[in-house]
């Protein structure tokens, strides 16, 4: 395989539909946003890496983060820390809210740990 012949980021949807799709995300996939992105929402556009990194070459990396880099995006998450992020915002509410979903991925995002969601009003 090269990456030099085909895009190595698949094409941008909004942050809602990896959330929505969770278990379809290849686990070894990162996602990335644009380079400027400070802020999270459902609507961020989000670009999943189309390359399992780990069956790369080293020149292959090389190439790889040279076209992220020009690209202008930086890595967000992999599909396992979004998974967990959801996972852990279920078990604190069995349904969590989509804002409260947003809060929890931008947290760890920022933080890296687990946000502690208020309860929800009654």
């Known amino acids: 395989m090269t990456i030099l012949t085909q ?3 698949q094409e941008a949807r909004p942050l809602s539909y990896f959330i929505g799709h969770l ?11 644009a380079a400027d992105t400070s802020e999270i929402s459902l609507h961020t556009p989000c670009y999943a890496q189309a390359f399992d990194a780990r069956e790369m070459t080293d020149a292959e ?22 998974q967990e992020i959801v996972e852990n915002g279920r078990q604190q509410h069995p349904a969590p809210t989509p804002q409260q979903i ?6 760890y ?3 890296d ?5 208020p309860p929800n009003a009654a």
């Open 109 to 111: 995002w920022t933080h």
């Open 61 to 82: 990396m090389d190439a790889f983060e040279d076209h992220v880099a020009g690209a202008g995006v930086k890595r967000f998450l992999n599909s396992d820390q979004l």
């Open 23 to 33: 278990f379809e995300i290849p686990s070894w996939a990162w996602l990335y946003v």
């Open 113 to 117: 740990a687990f946000i502690e969601l």
């Open 102 to 107: 947003i809060d929890a991925i931008a947290y």
């Open 7 to 9: 895009s190595p980021l």
